[in-house]
């Protein structure tokens, strides 16, 4: 079993940044796609961000140009490097490792944009 643990998360005003880290207990990135997923108050949980084993990526609509997911694979670890945020940003923020038939999230992390 993957354990996958994010952080980085807070309170941040509108306009500014934050990198959230998901640090995997071992090494998955040649297996697995990893994503960032993020969930508001009474709204449905959304992908926000995805890298491939082959380190493609892809984004929502709604953070391209402003968010950006990468990761270090000698530290088993996957960012979320996060600018220009915005109010509507504000959600928990989850990471997932995902295969065929497998799907492993971390535990989230609170994300909040407000002056």
């Known amino acids: 079993q993957v354990q996958l643990v994010e952080s980085g998360g807070g309170l941040v005003q509108p306009g500014g940044s934050l990198r959230l880290s998901c640090a995997a207990s071992r090494s998955i990135f040649s297996i697995y796609a990893m994503g960032w997923y993020r969930q508001a108050p009474g709204e449905q949980r959304e992908l926000v961000a995805a890298?491939?084993?082959?380190?493609?990526?892809n984004y929502a609509d709604s953070v391209k140009g402003r968010f950006t997911i990468f990761r270090d694979n000698a530290k088993n670890t996957v960012y979320l490097q996060m600018n220009s945020l915005k109010p509507e940003d504000t959600a928990v923020y989850y990471c997932?490792?995902?295969?065929?038939?497998?799907?492993?999230w971390g535990q989230g992390t609170q994300v909040t944009v407000s002056s």
């Open positions: 997932n490792a995902h295969g065929l038939g497998y799907d492993q």
């Open positions: 890298i491939t084993a082959g380190a493609g990526t």
